[in-house]
Nanobody, 121 residues
């Protein structure tokens, strides 16, 4: 069974930064791609960033140049460094694992509780 616990969210002013963490337990290994989704009120959940087993990353256009996804396989933890935050980034952020090496693989395991990110002055 896979369990993903997100943390690091909070209230931040526009232009500020946050670092989200995703602690993974269960059958998640370095061979699994991982990613971060977000869901804002009234909007569908979207894939914000992903990293495959080889360390190759992808980002949705709206966060390119501002967000960085990384992973520490020894700690079974994924991170999302968010800089230059905008009010439009306000959402609940969720971590996920993928069943295979690529983010093209199906999502693996249940959604966690997510962590709330609020960008407001």
């Amino acid at each position: 069974q896979v369990q993903l616990v997100e943390s690091g969210g909070g209230l931040v002013q526009p232009g500020g930064s946050l670092r989200l963490s995703c602690a993974a337990s269960g059958s998640i290994f370095s061979s699994n791609a991982m990613g971060w989704y977000r869901q804002a009120p009234g909007k569908q959940r979207e894939l914000v960033a992903a990293i495959n087993s080889g360390g190759v990353t992808k980002y949705v256009d709206s966060v390119k140049g501002r967000f960085t996804i990384s992973r520490d396989n020894a700690k079974n933890t994924a991170y999302l460094q968010m800089n230059s935050l905008k009010p439009e980034d306000t959402a609940v952020y969720y971590c996920t694992a993928f069943a295979g090496r690529s983010w093209f693989s199906p999502k693996f395991g249940p959604w966690g509780q997510g962590t709330q990110v609020t960008v407001s002055s």
